[in-house]
Structures are given as C-alpha cells and as structure tokens.
C-alpha cells in the first residue's frame, strides 16, 4: 500500500512541477529561441528528486505545498541550470542527456549558456515575487539557494569534480566532492522545506544530517549505475565515468564496495530521521527511491 501510495504521490507532484516550471517560463516576454531552449531543457525529463524532497519534507508539518511550490520549482531551474552548463564542451563535453541530444547540440553553445544563466536568475526572481512568503522567509529562501548553488555550493563541487580528473582521491575527499556537487541542493530542499513549515530547530539539525547522508547515497547509486546501469534506462551511455577520468565510488572501492559504502550512509540517514518529532513517510519512502533507482 505505501508503495502505491508513494507512486502516485511522486507522478502527482512530478507532473505538478513540469507544468508550473513550463508556465512560468512560456509566459516571459522573452526572445523566441531564448525560451524555447530553456523549455526544452526543463522538458527534457528527469526524476524531479529535489522538488520531490522538499515537498516531503513541508508536508511532514504541514499538508498544503502553495507557500513551497514556487521555490520547489526554483530549486528544479537552478538544477536544469547546472545540467545544460555541465554538457557544456569546456565541461563534461555530453552529448545525450536523459535519451535526449543536449541543450548545446540541439540550439548552439551561447543559446546553452544563455538559457543556463536565464534559469539561474530567474528562480531567485520567482522566489522574491512569491506572494506566498513573507519577507524575512524569502531572504532566507534565497540566501540558502544561493549558498547551495554558489561557489561555496554546488559551483565548487563541479570544479573540484574536474579538477579531480584522472587523479587518485581518497573517499573523505570524494564526499567531500560530491557533498557540494550534489548533497547541498538536496540539502537545501530538505531544509527549507521543513523551514517554511515552522519545523523545530532540532529537525532542522536531523533534517540536514539525513540530506548530507542521502546525497551522498544519490551519488553512490550514480557511479554504481555507471557501471551496471542500462543506457536505456539512464538516457546515457555506460562507462562516461571511466572515459572521463571521473573519480568514483566504485574506481575507488570496487563495486561490492561503494555497495556497501551506500549501505552505511542508508544507514545513517536513516537513524538521523528517525530522530525527527514527526514520522517522515515520504522522506523514508523517497530514501529507499534514491537508493535503489535504476536510472
């Protein structure tokens, strides 16, 4: 039963996310090809994990997602954001994205970039417009994203994951990597969503140990499907890891062993929300997603 509920909680809020993102942006006064790259990009698929999380977490306290649904989409431009910049030639040079050609070979590289950097500002200016949040709400909204997304956030991740290439790290290293590559925008759609729903300090604290462990899982389950994964179903050739020079859990630990590695931090996140005052029904059920999806 929970599992049926959880699949027709994940493809409600899915769908609710892929239209409002979609909206918003078809009714910008903006040069053609500008919105039409970034709708495609934010059309392009994708699991919707961030909206999905921040989501959970609100309604843990409280049932009605108005107040959080435009910072959930916010949250999901900034991360197609980071996505067209990371196909990017001077980037991870990718040519497919989730079964689809990329942003830059579909338009062409300033159209990609241009489009990235639309999404990037215009998600903090829906965030600052949103009439459902007060004042002091949407400053803490924005200073959190932008801490998450910025240069001590997801931009330092994706440096270091370059610069990383080719290298031998060791695993402190390689979370340390991935934390701020992919953990701190999983954090912050933990944190705020339970923020915004008036969540006591000491599930904050839970909360933001549970996000720490689980992007680390999202990463693990990543470099494992690498390996193992059905291009198919990850819309990507296998093995770009490799090809890339990419540091990796199972480069670094052999497959049984980022499995295991994926375990211990299951583990941990699990014990830091349990710890929470409330249950937490999705977020566990969204754990077991993360860990154990195929693409």
Do not use: C, W
Request: charged letters at 25%; zero cysteines; aromatic letters at 8%.
């Amino acid at each position: 039963m929970m599992n049926e509920n959880f699949e027709q909680y994940v493809a409600r809020y899915k769908q609710l996310i892929d239209e409002t993102s979609v909206k918003e942006i078809e009714q910008l006064n903006i040069p053609d090809n500008l919105k039409a790259s970034m709708i495609y990009s934010l059309q392009a698929g994708g699991k919707r994990i961030r909206p999905l999380l921040l989501f959970a977490s609100y309604q843990a306290y409280e049932e009605d997602i108005d107040k959080v649904l435009l910072t959930a989409v916010a949250l999901e431009m900034i991360h197609t954001y980071s996505l067209i910049h990371d196909d990017l030639p001077a980037m991870d040079d990718d040519d497919l994205r989730r079964g689809k050609p990329t942003n830059h070979k579909v338009y062409d590289e300033a159209t990609a970039i241009l489009a990235g950097d639309a999404l990037l500002t215009y998600s903090f200016e829906l965030i600052t417009s949103d009439v459902h949040l007060s004042d002091r709400e949407k400053v803490q909204t924005a200073r959190l994203l932008s801490q998450a997304s910025g240069p001590a956030g997801m931009v330092a991740g994706q440096l270091l994951d370059m610069a990383y290439e080719g290298e031998n790290v060791d695993l402190q290293t390689l979370e340390n990597i991935h934390e701020l590559k992919t953990g701190q925008l999983l954090t912050f759609a933990i944190e705020i969503g339970a923020y915004l729903a008036g969540a006591p300090n000491e599930d904050l604290k839970q909360l933001k140990t549970f996000a720490y462990y689980l992007g680390l899982i999202f990463q693990v389950q990543d470099d494992i499907l690498d390996v193992t994964g059905d291009p198919d179903q990850i819309g990507k050739p296998i093995g770009s890891d490799a090809d890339n020079d990419k540091s990796t859990y199972p480069q670094l630990l052999g497959l049984d062993g980022a499995q295991k590695q994926k375990e211990t931090y299951k583990q941990k996140a699990k014990k830091a929300l349990a710890q929470t005052s409330v249950e937490q029904p999705f977020l566990s059920a969204l754990t077991h997603y993360v860990t154990e999806r195929n693409h």
